[in-house]
């Protein structure tokens, strides 16, 4: 037997409180491809040709493939005088040259790109690797900003594919002066062979200068748009996969909100800067900005969480300005700003951040945590003088986050000295984040294994189970938190998931497997029995930013299910949730000490369950989730209800194996969500056999409605 659920309804194991639905948001960064083409749907980087950013790694390489932020071919090379990651197209001798001026850029420092062209050589150009979403659209709007000084040069611009056969072609005859140039480019069929040898680069987009006389020929600011953009600028994928698995909220912040200032993301796109991405490298066109999200959000239909960054260089007074471009009227200096950009409506943004993880020293502006916990009180008060009714969480820390603790090698007491010298006239709630990676030393993984006389397959579930060990950790920082005065302590977890550390030749728990998808569920448990203070969860997951990303690239994944069959019954609009607490009885397992983080922990469950019951007490769903990698359990649910009367339904997620990788695109293979019936035992028990690394949802239609009758 795995577990043993006995549900005797009783008013004192409901919970007073209701469960929050935004326990099902996404954290956002502004990075890379993410954004570029995963939120505003331009297809090309550099267009506007400036000398390309690339953050120094700690073993002392400046490779621009390297960052997360690249999207090319590891195999692309710079070119002399060429802004990366362009390609050359033609003879590279003497032939480029990137100088300061041209129409769009970093601000006092604006570059554009010039190709040399004449004595013999009347052809030459430049060519970027892209991917296109041509499963959905075969139509792009191309834009540039060109001219020549020859005066019979045009541009030929093109799309090719692997093959190198031209796939759409096109002209524009240049001028001596700097227009802006629009084409639209349509593929003459959908590409047959995406994704096969590379995640990215199926296509390149050529633009080709063609003389008749020597000519420089400049260009600046290129942009490739697919034709199906939503209002012209938003990817359609991302914005209907963000709706179907039921994004409630989303968080946008992160390492990049510390050096953001938001004045860089507001006005005409020509008039924004290009800023060098400090924390993760490349370049940020900040076309993404305030409205941009705020829209983004409205289309997707959830809740926007906004991230204020904490540093010298960003300072309360900024910050507070920012509230009131968002949420003041139109009479406010700011409100007046935002409408002479074209929103002449205050967005009502009732969610923000200060600070993110700033105790990091990797993080701009990071201090410790008295400097913080003072400082953090003028950010409040002056948020809060523009608009008292918003909330805002300030930057706390993991509570085993031993990696950045004031006192080494020890629990840190960031979270406590908040509490202390910030208190509950600033704290309207705690910004925590938990990424669960293990043992990140290939010789100490090799002894966890020799001195617990553990396999690989353990260890992987040791990381899938941490959930139980971090409800503990949530509970500990409530009560922590009541000793100041601050109860019930709101807590944002405001990026949380699994990244198993492994050996390349180990199993392993990642994105694309059912064992995954059981840490996303315990997870989401941990959230629903810890309701009365969990009140905003933000996974960090790409995966619905559609796009192509090198470093992380994959198709929607089986925790993306997960999370969505457990948002669905909070999407309804007839009835709220509360929590509602289980007798359980069960096989158990020990968890070891697992490198710094993980702390020895007695009786975890193999079988994981969260209860859930609706306003009316009419109905009940159980999330129940088998973590265990080996072995399937046998759920067994014994009722006070009549079990003859009470309407049931269950969705069944598994897989073959819990480690099988889900890799298809466009089906889904690798794990199964299957529709099934509970067993009917003696008396008024009722079982379903959970097979190895399996979640379900347990849905039951009571015939008691009131709540005298849940006795």
Same mark, same amino acid.
């Given at each position: ?24 948001? /996404? ?44 999207? %090319? ?42 190709? /040399?062209?004449?004595?013999?050589? %009347? ?354 920082? /409530? ?91 909070? %999407? ?140």
């Amino acid at each position: 037997m795995g577990i043993h659920i006995d549900i005797q309804s009783a008013p004192e194991k409901v919970s007073p409180w209701y469960i929050d639905k935004r326990i099902f948001g /996404k954290f956002f960064e502004t990075n890379g491809r993410d954004t570029y083409p995963g939120i505003i749907d331009d297809c090309v980087a550099n267009g506007s040709f400036e000398h390309w950013f690339s953050k120094r790694k700690k073993d002392g390489t400046n490779l621009p493939w390297t960052m997360r932020t690249e999207i %090319m071919y590891r195999d692309v090379e710079p070119t002399t005088g060429l802004a990366y990651p362009w390609e050359p197209v033609g003879d590279v001798t003497d032939a480029f040259e990137q100088l300061q001026g041209g129409v769009h850029g970093k601000q006092g420092w604006k570059t554009f790109q010039r190709i /040399k062209l004449g004595e013999g050589t %009347m052809s030459r150009g430049i060519a970027q690797r892209i991917t296109l979403a041509d499963e959905r659209t075969l139509t792009y709007r191309l834009q540039l900003y060109g001219r020549a000084t020859g005066s019979i040069t045009h541009l030929q611009v093109a799309i090719e594919d692997k093959t190198g056969e031209l796939r759409s072609d096109s002209r524009i005859q240049l001028t001596q002066e700097w227009n802006r140039y629009e084409v639209e480019l349509t593929l003459d069929r959908v590409s047959s062979s995406r994704y096969e040898a590379s995640p990215f680069g199926e296509y390149k987009l050529l633009i080709i200068a063609n003389t008749e006389e020597a000519s420089f020929v400049d260009l600046d600011w290129v942009m490739l748009m697919s034709g199906d953009a939503v209002e012209g600028l938003y990817n359609p994928t991302t914005i209907a996969l963000l709706k179907r698995y039921h994004v409630t909220s989303i968080r946008w912040g992160g390492n990049y909100a510390n050096e953001y200032n938001w004045k860089d993301g507001i006005g005409p796109w020509l008039h924004r800067p290009v800023r060098d991405n400090q924390n993760w490298g490349g370049l940020e066109p900040n076309y993404f900005g305030t409205n941009e999200f705020l829209r983004f959000c409205q289309l997707i239909e959830a809740e926007p969480f906004m991230n204020i960054g904490f540093s010298y260089d960003l300072p309360p007074e900024l910050a507070a300005e920012w509230v009131e471009y968002v949420n003041g009227d139109a009479s406010t200096p700011m409100g007046r700003l935002r409408a002479e950009h074209g929103y002449p409506e205050p967005w009502g943004v009732k969610l923000w951040q200060v600070g993110n993880e700033s105790y990091g020293d990797y993080q701009f502006g990071y201090t410790n945590s008295i400097d913080f916990a003072k400082r953090i009180q003028t950010y409040y008060t002056k948020m809060k003088e523009v608009d008292p009714s918003i909330t805002i969480i300030i930057a706390g820390q993991d509570p085993m986050y031993v990696d950045f603790s004031e006192i080494p090698g020890q629990p840190p007491i960031w979270n406590k000295r908040l509490f202390a010298l910030a208190g509950k006239d600033y704290v309207d709630g705690l910004d925590i984040h938990q990424y669960t990676r293990g043992i990140r030393d290939e010789g100490l993984r090799k002894d966890w294994l020799v001195s617990n006389e553990a396999d690989p397959s353990f260890y992987n579930q040791v990381l899938v189970v941490y959930p139980s060990q971090y409800e503990v950790l949530i509970q500990e920082l /409530k009560e922590l938190a009541s000793g100041y005065g601050i109860e019930p302590l709101a807590l944002e977890i405001g990026e949380w998931n699994l990244e198993p550390e492994t050996d390349a030749n180990w199993p392993k728990a990642e994105y694309e497997t059912m064992a995954h998808a059981c840490y996303v569920a315990a997870m989401l448990n941990t959230f629903i029995r810890q309701g009365d203070s969990v009140k905003y969860a933000y996974q960090r997951d790409n995966t619905l930013y559609y796009r192509a990303y090198p470093v992380d690239m994959r198709p929607v994944n089986p925790g993306n299910d997960t999370s969505r069959f457990y948002a669905e019954p909070f %999407m309804r609009t007839e009835t709220k949730w509360r929590s509602f607490e289980l007798q359980t009885e069960g096989t158990t397992f020990d968890i070891p000490q697992t490198w710094v983080r993980i702390r020895p922990m007695a009786g975890i469950a193999h079988v994981d369950a969260a209860a859930i019951l609706s306003e009316d007490n009419a109905e009940m769903i159980l999330f129940v989730v088998n973590r265990d990698l080996k072995k399937a359990h046998k759920v067994e649910l014994q009722g006070g209800w009549d079990g003859d009367n009470a309407n049931s339904s269950v969705l069944l997620q598994y897989s073959d194996s819990p480690f099988m990788r889900h890799t298809d695109w466009y089906e889904q293979r690798g794990y199964h969500l299957v529709e099934t019936q509970l067993i009917r035992e003696e008396g008024n028990t009722v079982s379903l056999l959970l097979p190895a690394g399996s979640v379900a949802r347990i849905t039951f239609r009571l015939a008691h409605k009131s709540e005298g009758d849940l006795k």
